[in-house]
T-cell receptor, first 110, second 113 residues
């Protein structure tokens, strides 16, 4: 069965300490990979879409990359306001839905 | 604000009661999705509409769940005979074309006592 796995489940960083979040997926007709940010009590907020291996997208302190089996969300010099849950979702060629991982809960401390 | 709107934001109900949630998508979006999210988990897909047609349903969508989008605009999700396991955040999302990102509302949090 197609799966989306995110790691780590939780990550604590000090302000300015760069790191990466991982999203791996079973190779089975990937149509697109999406990254979302979710704050407590809110719906997911769209960050990036990646469609093919080698593609990269950047927005402020975030950079998303895609290989044939996984995606990384790099956070450079994070700030406390970057604290949130980061969700990865995959759309397969065979369906309409986005299939989400469980997310990585990021806490950035001053 | 022209984002996805969901109503109510919170619902507390007793086990066995029926509940209905409403979703108003972004006006030009013809694709509408319902998801369910429990604490510490990612959103789980429930169902998908393209205009008024329900094109995909998850195995999670038991017979007690029904969704409609009668005129291809707003949608409702009804849960009959609620159970404690139905307690979750119910999220609605919309998009305009297949490869475009989903835009989510802030959800309806259901608590079944």
């Amino acid at each position: 069965e197609d799966q989306v796995t995110q790691s780590p489940e939780a990550l604590r960083l000090q302000e300015g300490e760069s790191s990466s979040l991982n999203c791996s997926y079973t190779v089975s007709g990937l149509r697109g990979l999406f990254w979302y940010r979710q704050d407590p009590g809110k719906g997911p907020e769209f960050l990036f879409t990646l469609y093919s291996a080698g593609e990269e997208k950047e927005k402020e302190r975030l950079k998303a990359t895609l290989t044939k089996k996984e995606s990384f969300l790099h956070i450079t010099a994070p700030k406390p306001e970057d604290s949130a849950t980061y969700l990865c979702a995959v759309q397969w060629n065979s369906g309409y839905a986005l299939n989400f991982g469980k997310g990585t809960s990021l806490l950035v401390t001053p | 604000d022209t984002g996805v709107s969901q109503d109510p934001r919170h619902k507390i109900t007793k086990r066995g009661q029926n509940v209905t949630f409403r979703c108003d998508p972004i006006s030009e979006h013809n694709r509408l999705y319902w998801y369910r999210q429990t604490l510490g988990q990612g959103p789980e897909f429930l169902t998908y509409f393209q205009n008024e047609a329900q094109l995909e349903k998850s195995r999670l969508l038991s017979d007690r769940f029904s969704a409609e989008r009668p005129k291809g605009s707003f949608s409702t999700l009804e849960i009959q005979r609620t159970e404690q396991g139905d307690s979750a955040m119910y999220l609605c999302a919309s998009s305009d074309i297949r490869d475009s990102p989903l835009h989510f509302g802030n959800g309806t949090r259901l608590t079944v006592t």
